[in-house]
């Protein structure tokens, strides 16, 4: 399980819910849909986006998510959900996110998220700070050279 997760510089484990299987006997779609935002915030607390924001107005908003389901998920299981950037622009970035079945060592779900920079104070997108870039730059290892 460690090579399916080796890019991804933030990851963490939380356990499959009897509640979050459906009539089908296996883990809601929207349930992925909240494992992705888990791993979001993770991924902003890294980054201390939040302290930024409040400073600034300047934060994160979600642009558009999606989901590719690999295999189901049933309880009992603990899954690994993984978040990493893989393409930074001048107002947006796209995050990459897994799903990891511990039960089955394999990916459950892989999905996608556009987030763009947005500025609360003025209500509209802004540029991504280069403070923010760089913070990306530093959690994902890449100093861009």
Same mark, same amino acid.
């Given at each position: 399980?460690?090579? =399916?997760?080796? *890019? %991804? $510089?933030?990851?963490?484990?939380?356990?499959?819910?009897?509640? #979050?299987?459906?009539?089908?006997?296996? /883990?809601?779609?929207?349930?992925?849909?909240?494992?992705?935002?888990?791993?979001?915030?993770?991924?902003?607390?890294?980054?201390?986006?939040?302290?930024?924001?409040?400073?600034?107005?300047?934060?994160?908003?979600?642009?558009?998510?999606?989901?590719?389901?690999? =295999?189901?998920? *049933? %309880? $009992?299981?603990?899954?690994?959900?993984?978040?990493?950037?893989? #393409?930074?622009?001048?107002?947006?970035? /796209?995050?990459?996110?897994?799903?990891?079945?511990?039960?089955?060592?394999?990916?459950?779900?892989?999905?996608?998220?556009?987030?763009?920079?947005?500025?609360?104070?003025?209500?509209?997108?802004?540029?991504?700070?280069?403070?923010?870039?760089?913070?990306?730059?530093?959690?994902?290892?890449?100093?861009?050279?």
């Amino acid at each position: 399980m460690q090579e =399916l997760l080796r *890019t %991804y $510089p933030v990851v963490f484990e939380t356990p499959v819910a009897w509640g #979050e299987m459906d009539s089908l006997q296996h /883990v809601n779609n929207i349930v992925y849909f909240r494992y992705f935002e888990s791993a979001r915030m993770a991924y902003f607390d890294k980054l201390d986006f939040w302290t930024y924001m409040a400073e600034t107005g300047v934060g994160p908003i979600l642009a558009s998510t999606q989901c590719k389901f690999r =295999l189901p998920l *049933t %309880y $009992p299981d603990n899954v690994f959900v993984g978040a990493r950037i893989s #393409e930074v622009g001048d107002d947006r970035f /796209v995050m990459k996110y897994i799903v990891v079945s511990h039960r089955h060592a394999k990916i459950a779900a892989e999905g996608e998220g556009v987030i763009v920079s947005y500025d609360y104070r003025e209500l509209r997108k802004t540029a991504l700070p280069e403070e923010i870039k760089g913070r990306i730059r530093v959690l994902e290892k890449n100093d861009g050279s």
